[in-house]
C-alpha cells in the first residue's frame, strides 16, 4: 500500500512525502536567554508607546457626569422616594448646574446613564416582537410579548416589557440664559430606523393599562421616526449602561455654567437605580476609556521589567545550552 | 441406513441424552439428513448492522458515549420552554458529530459488505447428481461433497476425501489463517482415497461424528464411519476455510463446519480491544468537566433564586408570571433556572473530542507510522505498520519493555555451527558473543581463519575439516557420526520442495532451525529429498568412495510432533533391513531426563559441550534414539493408535503414549545452531534504556544462552550487581534425583523464597548509593515459576522493578504473559511486548501494547499485535519519535480542547452574574452551535499532526517516561488559565 510512493527521487521529496515523512520545514525556535529577552524588550518597546498614544486619545475627551436620581426628589419625599416617583401629582421638575471644567468641542453628545439596571435579563430581553415592529398590527407574532402583549382585549404596539418600559426623562439645557439646541435626531442606528422599525407603524393601545411603566409616544408620529424608543429597544449587554440622548452642536468653553432643566419621571428608586446624565466629547478612539491605555502600558512595562531581570540573571548565573542535568528526569 | 437413525433419535430424546452433546454427526453427501440438524449455511456476514438496523444500533453505539448522550439530553431540553437557546445550538453539533461517525461506520461496514459478497458469491464444483455443478459458496451445506481446484481456496472446512496426488495427500497453504507460507501435508484416510471422480463420490455415504465448532486451528478430534467401520480423524485430514490448495490438480471433500462455524470465523470473532490509557483518563477529566458544569449550573441557579424579585418592576413580574421567574417560588425557580443553564453551558463538554482524536490517530497511525521511511525494511521490503490507532500516545509512555529473544533480538536466521557427536566437539567457528565475551576479558581475537574447502549456504555454517567433504568415515566414531546424520535427515517434519538435487531443493519447514538441521544433513552427505506419508527417502553418502551414493528409503511409522510442552519430537521408522528405530532430538532437559542407563561419561562430556555452546550463545538440540523390538512396538502401536482415535483430550492422551515409548534413549549427541543478532540491535537497547526505559529478556533458551545474549545487546555487563536465580544448582539436582516431586516443588520455593529474600537485603545498598552498580536479575523458567505464586510475587516485583535489566529464561509462553500481566498490574507501569513467534501471543496480548516482528516465523505474532515492524531497531523510532511525539500532541489537543472549551463557555458563566443569572445567552445561536464542530475543529487536529518537538535525531532528548501524571497536571493547570480569561 505505501510502496508506491516510496520509490522515486521525486516522489521523496513532494509535499505529501515530506508529510508522511514529518519532515515538512517548519519554525522550530529554540528559546535562548538572548531570544527570550529580546522579545520580552520587543513586546515593551510596541506595547508601550501604543498605551500611551491610546491613554492620551483617552484623556483629550472631556466627560462631565452628573447623578441625580437623589438631588432631584425634593427633601421631605426622600424617606421613600418610590411613592414620590409613583404620584403623578407631585411634578418632577428638577434643575441641576455644573460648570464645564475644560474646553469641549462640538459635537457633545448627551447619554444618560442607568446603573443597576438589568436591561439583560432573559424575560425582559424576549418581551417584544420584532415583527410587529417592523409590520405593524400582526395579532400572531405578539405571543412573544408576555406580559404586556394586549390591552382591554386590543394588542399593544409596540407590545413587550422593553417598550412598556421606555426611559422618559427629559433634559434642557440653558447656557447663559439662553437654550442650548440639542439635536435629537439621528441617535439610532440607521439600519434600526430603516429596516427593523416599520415607517407604517403608529403606536396603538400603548400605556393604556393600570400599570404605567415609563414614556409614552407620540401616536402620530411612526416608529421609525421614535428615535427615543429605537435607541430604548436596542437592550445593552450589561447592567450598567448609556444611551444616547442627544448631540449639542455648539462648543462650550471652561467655565461655562449650564444649568439642566429635566423631568424626574422614571422609575430607578424601586430597585434601587442610579441616574446620571453624561456629557462627553469623542476623539478619534471613540470615549473616555482609560482601561486600554493603561493594561498597554502594564504589559509593555512588565515586559520590559523582566527582560531586564532575566539579563542581569543571564549575566550573573549564566547556564550552558544543552546541559542536561536540568531535565526534570534527572 | 439404520445406524442414522439412532443419533436422531437420541436428540428427539432431549435431556437423557446417552449421546454426547458435545459431538456433532454429519451424513456425507446426504442433505436431508443433514437437514434435520438445521446446520448453518455457508454464507458469511461480518458487517456489524444491516439496512435496518444500522440506525437503531448505529446510533445506539454513538450514545454509548456520555457526551453524546449529555447532548441529545440537551438537545431535548432545548427544545423547551425554559431554554435560552434555540435549539438548533444544540442539535447542529450533535448531529454533525453523529452524522460523521455514522457514515465513517456505513462506509466501513459497506466495505465488508462488500468483500463478504464477493466471497459468498464465488463458486465451487459441488457433486450433484453424478456430476460437478458450479455452486456459489453461500448455497453450500455441511455434508456436501465438493472439489476444490488448484490454487483455490476451500470455501469451508472440509474432511479431505481424495486427491488427485498419491496416497490422497494434497499440500495447502495457511498463510491466510497464520502467515506461514510453507506448504503443509493433508492426507487423507486410505479408505476414502477412491472417490476422486464423480460417479464414484456419489456412492459414498458415510457418518463423521466429531467435535462442535471451535476455534482452535490446530486441533480437531472426530471419527468418520463407513459401513460400520469407525476410522479416528486428525488435523491431517482436515481443509480448514482460508486455506488454499497446492501443487494438487483437485481434491474432493466433505463439508463439515460452514459459514460462522468455520475455525477461521471462529477465530476472527472475538479480538480483544485494548484502550489506551490517555482515552480512560479522557474520561475521568471528562467526568471532571460534568462536575465543574454542574456546580456553575447550581451556582448560577441559586444566584438566580435570590436575584428575583417584584422589585424590578419593569421585568413584569407582578401578575401571571411563568414558574421560571415567579419570586414567590423561589425554589422552583432555581430548578427551572439549573435546567436553562444546562442548555447554555452545554459547549463546556467537548462534543467533538472523541470525533478530533480518532481523526488524529488515525491519520498519525497511517500516514506517519506506516510511511515512515526510517522503519522501513528495504531487504524485505516491509513498512511498519500500525494495526490499531488506538494506541499511538500510548507508545510515548512504554516504561517496560518485554522482548522475546530469538528472531526479535536476534535474526532467527539459523545457521548450523557446531556440533558434538559421541563426546566429541566439532565445528572450529566463533560466534559473535564469544568476540565479545573474549574482548571482555582483554584477549586479541584472531581473525578466524576459514580453510579453503568450507562449504558456505544460507543455513550452514559449519567449518571443520574431520567432518566435511566425508571425511567424518575416517573419525574414530563414525558410527555415531553415521547415527547422528541420519537423526537429523529423519527425524523433522521438513518438506521438500523443487528439484531433487542438492543444489536446487528448497526445504519448507514449520521453524528454521529444523530447516537447518536438514540442510546440514544434506551437507554431511545425507541428502534428505522425497517425502510421502510414509516414506522418507535419503541419498546417503556413507559408502568408502567419494561420490558414490546409494538412495535409502526408510518408511515412517509414527510421528510423534513438536510442542512446546513436550520440548521433543520423535519418529519411529523401519530401515529398508527391517531395524526399527526411534529417533528423538529435543531439548538438552527433556532428552537427558529420558535416556538409559550405561554412558554415563559421554553424557557428562556432551553435558559440558552443551554448557560451551550455551555460554556461546548458541541454540542447542539433544540427539538420541533407541533400537525398538517389533513386539514392544506393536503393542506400543496399538496404545498409539486408540490414543490417535479418541474423541477427548486427544492430544493429552497422545502424549501420555509417547511418554511409554521415549525412553531409555540412547544420546548420539547435540547441534549447536547461531542465531545471530539483529543489526542495530545493542544501540537501540542502548538509546532505550537511556530513555528510561527499561528492557527485560524473556526467552525460552537456556540460562548461558539469555546471559550471552544479553551481554551482547548491552543489556548486561561486568559492571553490574547480577542477581542469578537458578534452578540449576547442585542442592536442587540433588533433591530432583530423589525423584519426589512433592518434595522437589517445597524445596524449589523455599530455595527461591531464600534468594529473593537475601537479594532484597542487598538490593538497597547497591540502589541507594548514587554510584553504585545497576543491579541485574537472571532468574530460570522454573524458579519463576514458585516466584509467580501468589505469597512470593511480591517480593519479586519489588527486586526486579529495582533492576535496570532483567533475563528470564527458559520461559513458558504462559510464564511471559504472566510476567507480563505481573508488571502492569503490580506496577502500575505502562508495559509493551515484542516478540516474532506464536509462543509470544500470549504476552503480546497481555501487555498495553503488543509489537510484532513480521519476520521468519510466521505472522501469528503479528496478527495479535497492535503494531508490527521488521526490525527491533524500528522501536526506537516507533518509541521515542512517533510514541513521543504522539503522546506530546494528543495531550495539547486534549488540553487545547478543553482550554478553548472552557475560555468560551466560563466567558458566557460571568455574563450570567451581568444578567440577573437569568440565562440570557451571549452568544449568537449559530456561533455557539458551530464552534466546536466547525470553527474550531481544524486548529486542534492541525496541533495534532504537526506539532513537533526539536527532537527526532537528538537521543537523549527524547526521554519518554514523563511521569503519567503529566496529561493531568498540565491539563488542570490549563483548565486554571481558562478560568482567569
Known amino acids: 500500500m505505501t510502496d508506491t ?71 421631605p419625599f426622600r424617606i421613600d422616594k418610590v411613592s414620590y416617583i409613583q404620584d403623578d401629582s407631585i411634578p418632577k421638575n428638577c434643575s441641576l448646574s455644573f460648570k464645564v471644567p475644560k474646553y469641549m468641542k462640538a459635537p457633545i453628545y448627551i447619554y444618560y446613564q442607568l446603573d443597576n439596571y438589568y436591561q439583560n435579563h432573559r424575560r425582559y430581553v424576549k418581551s417584544r416582537s420584532d415583527k410587529q415592529l417592523l409590520h405593524g398590527q400582526n395579532e400572531h407574532g405578539i405571543s412573544s410579548c408576555q406580559p404586556v402583549e394586549v390591552n382591554n382585549d386590543r394588542p399593544i404596539i409596540p407590545c413587550g416589557l422593553i417598550a412598556w418600559s421606555l426611559f422618559n426623562d427629559t433634559f434642557t439645557f440653558i447656557r447663559n440664559r439662553a437654550e442650548l439646541k440639542v439635536n435629537r435626531k439621528n441617535i439610532a442606528w440607521k439600519s434600526d430606523r430603516g429596516h427593523k422599525f416599520g415607517k407604517n407603524v403608529y403606536p396603538f393601545n400603548f400605556q393604556n393599562g393600570t400599570l404605567i411603566g415609563g414614556g409614552k409616544l407620540n401616536p402620530t408620529i411612526p416608529l421609525s421616526d421614535q428615535e427615543d424608543l429605537i435607541v430604548w429597544m436596542r437592550t445593552s449587554a450589561l447592567p450598567s449602561f448609556r444611551k444616547l440622548y442627544g448631540r449639542i452642536e ?16 422614571y422609575n430607578t428608586y424601586s430597585f434601587g437605580g442610579k441616574k446620571k446624565l453624561v456629557l462627553s466629547t469623542t476623539s478619534w478612539l471613540g470615549g473616555k476609556n482609560d482601561f486600554l491605555g493603561l493594561a498597554y502600558v502594564f504589559i509593555g512595562s512588565s515586559s520590559v521589567t523582566i527582560a531586564v531581570v532575566f539579563t542581569l540573571l543571564h549575566l550573573l548565573s549564566p547556564r550552558h545550552y544543552e546541559d542536561t542535568s536540568y531535565l526534570p528526569w534527572n | 441406513m439404520s445406524g442414522w437413525g439412532t443419533p436422531s433419535r437420541t436428540v428427539t430424546l432431549g435431556r437423557v441424552q446417552p449421546q454426547s452433546p458435545a459431538l456433532r454427526t454429519i451424513y456425507c453427501n446426504h442433505r436431508e439428513a443433514n437437514f434435520a440438524h438445521r446446520y448453518k449455511g455457508n454464507s458469511i456476514s461480518t458487517t456489524k448492522y444491516n439496512v435496518f438496523t444500522f440506525l ?16 441529545l439530553m440537551v438537545s431535548i431540553l432545548s427544545a423547551t420552554p425554559y431554554s435560552p437557546v434555540h435549539p438548533i445550538t444544540n442539535m447542529v453539533p450533535l448531529s454533525l458529530v453523529l452524522l460523521f461517525s455514522l457514515i465513517k461506520e456505513a462506509f466501513e461496514d459497506w466495505q465488508r459488505f462488500q468483500n463478504d ?5 464465488s463458486l465451487v464444483d459441488v457433486l450433484q447428481a453424478q456430476g460437478w455443478e458450479s455452486l456459489q459458496w453461500k448455497k453450500l451445506q455441511v455434508g456436501d461433497i465438493i472439489r476444490v481446484k488448484q490454487d483455490g481456496f476451500f470455501p469451508a472446512d472440509l474432511l479431505l476425501l481424495a486427491s488427485t496426488n498419491v496416497d490422497g495427500i494434497c499440500y495447502i497453504e495457511t498463510a491466510n489463517l497464520d502467515g506461514e507460507t510453507n506448504l503443509k501435508i493433508r492426507k487423507a484416510l486410505e479408505r476414502t482415497w477412491d472417490y476422486v471422480t464423480p460417479e464414484k463420490a456419489c456412492e459414498f455415504k458415510g457418518e463423521v461424528q466429531c467435535e462442535q465448532p471451535n476455534n482452535s486451528l490446530y486441533t480437531f478430534t472426530g471419527n468418520l464411519v463407513v459401513d460400520n467401520q469407525t476410522m479416528p480423524l486428525s488435523p491431517n485430514q482436515i481443509l480448514l476455510r482460508g486455506c488454499s490448495l497446492k501443487n494438487t490438480d483437485y481434491i474432493v471433500g466433505t ?39 454542574f456546580s456553575m449550573c447550581l451556582l448560577g441557579a441559586i444566584g438566580s433564586g435570590i436575584f428575583i424579585d417584584r422589585k424590578y418592576y419593569y421585568l413584569g413580574l407582578s401578575q401571571s408570571v411563568e414558574d421560571q421567574f415567579n419570586p414567590s417560588k423561589r425554589f422552583l425557580v432555581i430548578i427551572l433556572t439549573m435546567l436553562t443553564l444546562l442548555t447554555l453551558y452545554s459547549t463546556i463538554i467537548p462534543i467533538s473530542l472523541y470525533v478530533s482524536i480518532e481523526t488524529i490517530k488515525f491519520i498519525q497511525s497511517s500516514q506517519f507510522i506506516n510511511k515512515d521511511l526510517n522503519m522501513y525494511h528495504a531487504e524485505s521490503n516491509t513498512p511498519a505498520s500500525a494495526r490499531t490507532s488506538n494506541l499511538n500516545e500510548e507508545l510515548g509512555q512504554v516504561e517496560y519493555i518485554f522482548s522475546d529473544k530469538t528472531g526479535t533480538l536476534t535474526r532467527n536466521l539459523m545457521e548450523f555451527f557446531k556440533c558434538s557427536i559421541g563426546g566429541e566437539m566439532y565445528g572450529t567457528g566463533m560466534t559473535e558473543i564469544e568476540m565479545g565475551v573474549a574482548e571482555r576479558k582483554g584477549i586479541k581475537v584472531q581473525e578466524a581463519k576459514t580453510s579453503t574447502n568450507s562449504l558456505r549456504e544460507k543455513g550452514f555454517n559449519f567449518d571443520d575439516v574431520r567432518l566435511m567433504q566425508g571425511a567424518w568415515r575416517h573419525e574414530p566414531n563414525h558410527d555415531a557420526c553415521k547415527e547422528y546424520f541420519r537423526c537429523l535427515a529423519i527425524c523433522h517434519t521438513v518438506l521438500p520442495e523443487g528439484e531433487e538435487t542438492p543444489e536446487k531443493i528448497r526445504y519448507q519447514a514449520a521453524s528454521p532451525d529444523e530447516a537447518a538441521l536438514v540442510l546440514a544433513a544434506k551437507n554431511f552427505g545425507f541428502f534428505f529429498y522425497r517425502r510421502t506419508p510414509t516414506m522418507i527417502y535419503v541419498r546417503e553418502s556413507h559408502v568408502e568412495k567419494m561420490g558414490k551414493t546409494q538412495d535409502v528409503s526408510y518408511e515412517i511409522l509414527n510421528v510423534l510432533e513438536f510442542n512446546s510442552t513436550r520440548k521433543r519430537q520423535s519418529v519411529v521408522c523401519r530401515y529398508p533391513d527391517g531395524r526399527l528405530v526411534l529417533y528423538c532430538k529435543g531439548a538438552d532437559t527433556v532428552i537427558y531426563e529420558r535416556l538409559g542407563t550405561g554412558n554415563d561419561d559421554l553424557n557428562k562430556v556432551t553435558r559440558v559441550h552443551l554448557e560451551q555452546f550455551g555460554s556461546a550463545g548458541l541454540r542447542t538440540l539433544c540427539l538420541a534414539y533407541r533400537d525398538l523390538a517389533p513386539d514392544l512396538y506393536e503393542s506400543w502401536n496399538e496404545k498409539f493408535i486408540t490414543a490417535k482415535s479418541s474423541l477427548r483430550d486427544r492430544e493429552k492422551r497422545l502424549d501420555e503414549v509417547a511418554e511409554l515409548i521415549e525412553k531409555e534413549l540412547i544420546l548420539i549427541g547435540a547441534t549447536a545452531i547461531e542465531d545471530k543478532l539483529q543489526e542495530g540491535v545493542p544501540n537501540c537497547i542502548q538509546t532505550l534504556s537511556r530513555a528510561g526505559i527499561k528492557i527485560w529478556v524473556l526467552t525460552g533458551d537456556k540460562i548461558e544462552t539469555a546471559i550471552n545474549i544479553a551481554y551482547a545487546c548491552n543489556l548486561l555487563n561486568n559492571e553490574m550487581k547480577q542477581f542469578i536465580i537458578s534452578s540449576e544448582t547442585d542442592a536442587i539436582r540433588e533433591v530432583e534425583e530423589r525423584g519426589d516431586q512433592t518434595e522437589i516443588a517445597r524445596f524449589m520455593k523455599e530455595e527461591v523464597k531464600k534468594q529473593l529474600k537475601q537479594f532484597l537485603d542487598e538490593a538497597p545498598q547497591y540502589f541507594c548509593s548514587p554510584s553504585g552498580p545497576k543491579l541485574a536479575l537472571v532468574i530460570d523458567g522454573k524458579c519463576l515459576m514458585y516466584a509467580l505464586e501468589p505469597s512470593l510475587r511480591i517480593m519479586l516485583l519489588t527486586l526486579s522493578l529495582n533492576c535496570s535489566s532483567v533475563v528470564c529464561c527458559r520461559v513458558s509462553p504462559l510464564q511471559k504473559a504472566q510476567v507480563t500481566s505481573l508488571v502492569k498490574k503490580g506496577a502500575r507501569k505502562i508495559t509493551l511486548s515484542i516478540g516474532d513467534g506464536a509462543n509470544d501471543v500470549s504476552m503480546i496480548q497481555a501487555a498495553h501494547i503488543g509489537i510484532g516482528i513480521s519476520g521468519l516465523e510466521g505472522m501469528q505474532a503479528v496478527m495479535a499485535s497492535d503494531f508490527a515492524i521488521a526490525q527491533f531497531r524500528f522501536l526506537e523510532d516507533l518509541l521515542l519519535v512517533h510514541g513521543r511525539w504522539s503522546y506530546i500532541r494528543l495531550c495539547k489537543v486534549v488540553m487545547y480542547f478543553f482550554y478553548k472549551n472552557l475560555a468560551f463557555t466560563l466567558t458566557q458563566f460571568w455574563f450570567t452574574f451581568g444578567t440577573g443569572f437569568s440565562g440570557q445567552r451571549f452568544y449568537d445561536d449559530w456561533f455557539q452551535s458551530l464552534y466546536n464542530v466547525i470553527f474550531t475543529a481544524l486548529p486542534v487536529v492541525i496541533v495534532g499532526l504537526f506539532d513537533q518537538e526539536n527532537c527526532r535525531n537528538m537521543g537523549l532528548f527524547c526521554s519518554v517516561s514523563i511521569s503519567s501524571l503529566l496529561l493531568l497536571r498540565i491539563s488542570f493547570k490549563f483548565n486554571e488559565q481558562g478560568f482567569r480569561w
Open chain 2, 56 to 71: 437503531p444500533k448505529g446510533l445506539y453505539e454513538q450514545f454509548r458515549r456520555v457526551a453524546n448522550l449529555y447532548f
Open chain 1, 5 to 75: 510512493d516510496r520509490g522515486t527521487q521525486r516522489d521523496r521529496h513532494s509535499a505529501f512525502s515530506l508529510f508522511t515523512q514529518q519532515s515538512l520545514p517548519a519554525c522550530k525556535p529554540v528559546l535562548t536567554p538572548e531570544w527570550v529577552i529580546m522579545t520580552f524588550l520587543f513586546i515593551g518597546f510596541i506595547f508601550i508607546p501604543v498605551g500611551l498614544v491610546t491613554l492620551r486619545a483617552s484623556h483629550s475627551v472631556v466627560e462631565i457626569v452628573e447623578r441625580y436620581d437623589i438631588g432631584c426628589v425634593p427633601e
Open chain 2, 255 to 293: 463439508v463439515i463446519f460452514t459459514g460462522h462455524e468455520t475455525k477461521v470465523m471462529m477465530n476472527s470473532m472475538n479480538v480483544p480491544s485494548k484502550r489506551s490509557t490517555l482515552e480512560r483518563k479522557l474520561d475521568k477529566l471528562i467526568l471532571a468537566l460534568f462536575s465543574t458544569l
Open chain 1, 250 to 265: 455648539k462648543d462650550l468653553d471652561v467655565d461655562d455654567v449650564v444649568v439642566v432643566h429635566l423631568m424626574n419621571n
Open chain 2, 117 to 121: 459478497m464477493t466471497i459468498n458469491n
